[in-house]
């Protein structure tokens, strides 16, 4: 018997349903003009970690286990003595999501996330930048699943940037509808 290999539940959606929906829609004349993701990063903000280093590690290793990959420690690039803040201090982290990894979260980040962030009444629709990417940003890392409550220190906020292969902005949230992105307008 052959083993199939695992794919993501959104990867394999897109290729049976999003696809033909999207070149429907926009009534495309090669496959390669149908948008798709392309990647979603993830940064998260930690100003705090300039007086206790200690922050910093905890942070990083909460986007770890939010991303499922070891994020890379965003540092300053000049010194800025006003907040006290020296040239390479670590100042934030990043993630750069691509392929399963990339599907995985946003299955997460739809079904699971979203709908425990507290007065949710959806996505703000106006968010693309003119080129089909989208952006967003959580007041609270604690929506996720892979974060214990009880084990936290502090709270962070984190910026989700989803990319896509997109022309336009009504291409990528048509894309990202049919990823059943709760949008509001």
């Not at 009534?27 to 993701?37: F, G």
């Given at each position: 018997?052959?083993?199939?290999?695992?794919e993501?539940?959104?990867?394999?959606e897109?290729?049976a349903?999003?696809r033909a929906?999207?070149k429907?829609?926009?009534?495309?004349?090669?496959?390669?003009?149908?948008?798709?993701?392309d990647?979603?990063v993830?940064?998260?903000?930690i100003?705090?970690?300039v007086?206790?280093?200690?922050?910093?590690?905890?942070?990083l290793k909460d986007?770890?286990?939010?991303a499922?990959?070891?994020?890379?420690?965003?540092?300053?690039?000049?010194s800025?003595?006003g907040?006290?803040?020296?040239?390479?201090?670590?100042?934030g982290?990043?993630?750069?999501?691509?392929?399963?990894?990339m599907?995985e979260?946003?299955?997460r980040?739809?079904?699971?996330?979203?709908?425990r962030?507290?007065?949710?009444?959806?996505?703000?629709?106006?968010?693309?930048d003119?080129r089909g990417?989208y952006?967003?940003?959580?007041?609270?890392h604690?929506?996720?699943?892979?974060?214990?409550?009880?084990q936290?220190?502090?709270i962070w906020g984190m910026?989700i940037?989803v990319c896509t292969?997109?022309?336009t902005d009504q291409?990528a949230?048509a894309?990202?509808?049919?990823?059943?992105?709760?949008?509001?307008?």
């Amino acid at each position: 018997m052959v083993d199939q290999a695992y794919e993501p539940r959104l990867k394999s959606e897109y290729r049976a349903r999003i696809r033909a929906a999207m070149k429907e829609q926009f009534a495309y004349t090669n496959e390669m003009q149908i948008p798709k993701l392309d990647k979603i990063v993830l940064n998260m903000g930690i100003g705090e970690a300039v007086a206790d280093s200690k922050k910093a590690q905890t942070a990083l290793k909460d986007l770890m286990a939010i991303a499922g990959q070891k994020p890379v420690a965003t540092k300053a690039r000049k010194s800025i003595a006003g907040f006290k803040l020296r040239e390479g201090m670590v100042v934030g982290a990043k993630v750069t999501l691509r392929k399963d990894k990339m599907y995985e979260f946003l299955d997460r980040l739809v079904t699971i996330a979203l709908p425990r962030v507290k007065d949710f009444r959806g996505l703000n629709g106006k968010s693309f930048d003119g080129r089909g990417n989208y952006a967003m940003g959580l007041k609270e890392h604690l929506v996720f699943p892979e974060i214990n409550y009880d084990q936290i220190e502090q709270i962070w906020g984190m910026d989700i940037i989803v990319c896509t292969t997109a022309k336009t902005d009504q291409e990528a949230k048509a894309l990202l509808k049919e990823f059943q992105f709760p949008f509001t307008n």
